[in-house]
C-alpha cells in the first residue's frame, strides 16, 4: 500500500489560484493511478481530478475542467492539483487518493487508499 500525505489548503478568494500537493510513499506499482477528491459540508466526496502514474494520462470532473491541473512528478513522487479561477463553491476538504487497478475510477468505492486531506476555503 502507499502512504499519502496532503499539504497547500489554505485561503484564496474568488478568482485566485492555491496548488496542493500529495506526498506518496511505499509501494509504486504501475497501474496505480492518483485521485483527487473533495468534500464540501454536508455533501458527499466527489471526484475532481485523476492522473496514470504511468503516461500522465489525466481526467477531470466537468466542474473544474479548465481550472484545475493535475500533474506528478515521478522523481519527486508527488502528486499536484492546480487550482485556478477558483470559486466559493470549490470550498471543501481535498483528498489525494491512490487506486492500484488502474481503471482510472472517478468513484470514491474504487480507491484503495486516502490522505488525511486538507482544506480549502474561497471567499467571495
Known amino acids: 500500500q502507499v502512504q499519502l500525505v496532503e499539504s497547500g489548503g489554505g485561503l484564496a478568494q474568488a478568482g485566485g489560484s492555491l496548488r496542493l500537493s500529495c506526498a506518496v510513499s511505499?509501494?509504486?506499482?504501475?497501474?496505480?493511478?492518483a485521485g483527487w477528491f473533495r468534500q464540501a459540508p454536508g455533501k458527499e466526496r466527489e471526484f475532481v481530478a485523476a492522473?496514470?502514474?504511468?503516461?500522465?494520462?489525466?481526467y477531470y470532473a466537468d466542474s473544474v475542467k479548465g481550472r484545475f491541473t493535475v500533474s506528478r512528478d515521478i522523481a519527486k513522487n508527488t502528486v499536484y492539483l492546480q487550482m485556478n479561477t477558483l470559486k466559493p463553491e470549490d470550498t471543501a476538504v481535498y483528498y489525494c487518493?491512490?487506486?492500484?487497478?488502474?481503471?482510472?475510477?472517478?468513484?470514491?468505492?474504487?480507491?484503495?487508499?486516502w490522505g488525511q486531506g486538507t482544506q480549502v476555503t474561497v471567499s467571495s
Open positions: 492522473i496514470r502514474w504511468s503516461g500522465g494520462s489525466t
Open positions: 511505499g509501494r509504486i506499482f504501475s497501474t496505480y493511478v
Open positions: 487518493a491512490a487506486e492500484y487497478s488502474g481503471r482510472g475510477s472517478t468513484q470514491v468505492y474504487e480507491y484503495d487508499s
